[in-house]
Nanobody
Framework: QVQLVESGGDLVQPGGSLRLSCAAS????????MAWYRQAPGKQRELVAT???????NYADSVKGRFTISRDNAKNTIFLQMNSLKPEDTAIYYC???????????????WGQGTQVTVSS
């Protein structure tokens, strides 16, 4: 199994910045794509940013130019640097990875428990 743990969520004022981290652990063979999602109250979960093992990146239009996803393959960790935060960025942020394990070559998706980001004055 693979476990994901997010951290870094907090209450921040509009225009502020936060840096989220997501660390994967467990019986990992290879982690492929990793991504950040978010879910605001009363809304569906939405994709924020993705990064492949080779470093190819995509962002949701709503965060382009403000958020930066990065990855440390040696530490099985991804980051989300969030700048110029807006109240509409308020959500629970979740990390997801696609990985296989030492026991099974089948690739599966794993999710973290989420970290709360609140943007408010």
């Amino acid at each position: 199994q693979v476990q994901l743990v997010e951290s870094g969520g907090d209450l921040v004022q509009p225009g502020g910045s936060l840096r989220l981290s997501c660390a994967a652990s467990g019986s990992i063979r290879t982690i492929y794509n990793m991504a950040w999602y978010r879910q605001a109250p009363g809304k569906q979960r939405e994709l924020v940013a993705t990064i492949t093992r080779d470093g190819d990146i995509n962002y949701a239009d709503s965060v382009k130019g403000r958020f930066t996803i990065s990855r440390d393959n040696a530490k099985n960790t991804i980051f989300l640097q969030m700048n110029s935060l807006k109240p509409e960025d308020t959500a629970i942020y979740y990390c997801r990875c696609t990985a296989n394990t030492l026991r099974d070559l089948f690739r599966a998706d794993y999710w973290g428990q989420g970290t709360q980001v609140t943007v408010s004055s």
